[in-house]
């Protein structure tokens, strides 16, 4: 089984592929992120559909392979070195192509490799065999209910046991191209494309996208990637931006937290824009913001939490026993129930990006009109137990972030711009009767921190967010404690855990790999109190966890040192993104990156 950080991801801002070292496509979803996977082997095996093109090797003769992104780009190549040559496979998906392609082509360097190619297809996350035939001498067509792929190649390709295989050499400067395209079934056989003139063009297209950065110095290697990964988790269509590319790759190996996070998180939001606008991508960050207000149109208590890139909101939670699951993590997962559950964070969260892009200078959406509805309808349940940022499973508590996360909104919304004195005076005294409400009910009165409940002893990462809206200053003696307290029970190895899961609080069984994206907001939490060494330590550190080209899993298991969740994981890079930005905002004396009306 290959390891998870052991693939790469390719895209083209529609959907995207995971691309293993050894030179296999396992998971691909065409013609959008969540639709049904044909290459499906990252969840089962090879059977269930994959996509090999590797050196064939005999008896005992070892491939060393590498890799790279070639540039500031999301084209891969893997670099293979045999006993009698080396050659490479460049991978990459066209973003402005007709229709949904994946082009793939091997070009010999030196000497000479003999190559084999295994084309596995199998729709409906591995169920499905199609019916393949042969259009011409260079062109194949697999076709299944609404589904077809064509694929073209000067290689030999021919049927062995249900799949497409072929087998040829290359040597130095010879180049072999396969282009695999997809349509419905009820329409014409897709148009070909030049596998050299979409390499040329696709080259183009993200050079000019990066070139947009505005960063500069020694972290822009890391956070030009993470730009890169996050683009190519964008649906170019509606602006949505997915969590990551698969689901159900697990939380830790063997165990049940597998989720499909193919969809798009609210509270994902005000981290995004920042990272967008830090970055110096206004028109990304407006295209998102657009998105929000989009989606969450209509009666505020129909709010989710998450929504397909589509905005559609029907996300139903089902399993597919058929899938044996990652290194045996069962069950394999499809659609999300966390889209029905409250989560009162999600208001705060809209409200401040709405803040943020006013600062920043965007223009508004034109729906503020819809603020409100929004608060008129938060003031009526603030004070309920909510399922929480982590989504629990089980029984709904009285979160102390999700409480936090009521009164950013607000506090935002009293100091938005055109709203009137009355409603501007009611919403700050909403704002600081919550903020009294929390720091008497989510105040551990014996060790004098903030807690992960109301009533709680628990800690939880969350709570380092605290500081970073603005709630409280970094120096407040409740907030070092607390950091003091999540140091001492939540960290493992020098990274942060969400929250102490052997205690049942999320209805699931105990045990998953320290949060990336928790251990980044601790960075963000030195720097606020003047840490400024330990917070540069720390970030080398994750830094130096990112897989060999440069991307996250949602966790990771340090005494395995290995991946654990979906890949690569928005939210990590996001915080990766927004830490560095901070690390460097720091060093040249400005402000933090997220303005706050406090802090």
Not at 193 to 203: K, M
Not at 276 to 303: K, M, N
Not at 351 to 362: F, I
Not at 405 to 430: E, L, N, P
Request: glycine letters at 8%; proline letters at 4%.
């Amino acid at each position: 089984m290959t390891r998870i950080e052991d693939y790469a991801v390719i895209g083209d801002c529609h959907t995207a592929a995971l691309v293993g070292l050894d030179g296999s496509i396992d998971w691909l979803c065409m013609p959008r992120f969540d639709s049904d996977a044909f290459f499906a082997a990252l969840l089962g095996e090879p059977r269930h559909g994959r996509w090999l093109i590797a050196p064939k090797t005999r008896g005992r003769e070892k491939v060393r392979s590498a890799r790279r992104y070639r540039g500031d780009s999301m084209i891969l190549e893997t670099h293979f070195t045999t006993a009698h040559g080396k050659a490479r496979v460049i991978d990459f998906m066209p973003p402005e192509a007709p229709h949904r392609s994946l082009v793939r082509i091997v070009e010999g360097l030196a000497g000479r490799v003999a190559f084999e190619t295994q084309l596995v297809i199998r729709f409906d996350y591995g169920v499905t065999v199609p019916w393949v035939q042969r259009i011409d001498s260079k062109t194949i067509s697999a076709i299944a209910g609404p589904h077809l792929l064509a694929l073209r190649t000067p290689a030999a390709l021919h049927g062995e046991n249900m799949h497409s295989v072929a087998r040829f050499t290359v040597e130095k400067g010879e180049r072999v191209p396969f282009v695999m395209t997809y349509s419905e079934s009820h329409l014409a056989l897709p148009s070909a494309i030049d596998a050299d003139i979409a390499l040329e063009e696709t080259e183009k297209y993200w050079a000019g996208w990066a070139g947009a950065c505005k960063i500069q110095g020694k972290c822009r290697k890391a956070v030009m990637r993470s730009l890169l990964t996050l683009k190519s988790l964008s649906y170019k269509p509606t602006g949505g931006i997915v969590a990551a590319v698969t689901t159900s790759l697990p939380e830790q190996i063997g165990g049940v937290r597998n989720w499909d996070y193919r969809f798009c998180w609210l509270r994902d939001a005000t981290f995004t824009l920042l990272a967008f606008l830090g970055a110096g991508y206004l028109e990304e960050a407006d295209v998102w913001q657009h998105w929000l207000t989009r989606v969450i149109a209509g009666s505020p208590d129909q709010l989710q939490t998450m929504y397909s890139v589509m905005g559609d909101k029907r996300l139903t939670e089902l399993e597919l026993p058929h899938l044996p699951g990652y290194e045996g993590s069962r069950p394999v997962r499809i659609g999300n129930q966390a889209a029905q559950q409250l989560q009162l964070d999600i208001f705060g969260e809209l409200a401040d990006v709405m803040a943020q892009a006013r600062r920043y200078g965007l223009a508004g959406t034109g729906r503020e009109g819809l603020r409100s509805t929004f608060m008129a309808h938060l003031e009526k349940i603030w004070h309920q137990a909510d399922e929480g940022i982590w989504e629990i499973r089980g029984a709904p508590q009285h979160f102390v972030h999700s409480k936090v996360m009521t009164w950013v909104a607000f506090d935002r919304a009293a100091s938005a711009k055109g709203i009137s004195a009355g409603a501007r005076r009611h919403w700050t005294s909403m704002a600081a009767r919550i903020h009294a409400d929390i720091c008497a009910k989510g105040v551990d009165p014996k060790r004098g921190c903030f807690v992960q409940a109301y009533g709680s002893t628990l800690m939880d990462a969350s709570l380092l967010l605290l500081p970073l809206v603005g709630f409280l200053p970094a120096t407040d003696k409740r907030i070092r404690r607390t950091i003091a307290q999540i140091e001492k029970r939540l960290m493992v190895k020098g990274l942060v855990r969400r929250y102490e899961t052997q205690t049942g609080v999320d209805g699931l069984p105990p045990g998953e790999g320290v949060f990336l994206a928790c251990s980044f907001w601790l960075v963000d939490n030195y720097l606020l109190q003047g840490r400024v060494t330990e917070a540069k330590r720390l970030f080398g550190k994750l830094k130096r966890i990112a897989n060999d080209v440069g991307l996250y899993a949602e966790e990771y298991d340090p005494a395995g040192k290995r991946m654990l969740g979906n890949f690569p994981q928005a939210f990590s890079h996001v915080a990766l993104i927004n830490s560095a930005l901070n690390l460097m905002m720091h060093h040249n004396g400005q402000k933090r990156l997220r303005h706050t009306t406090r802090y």
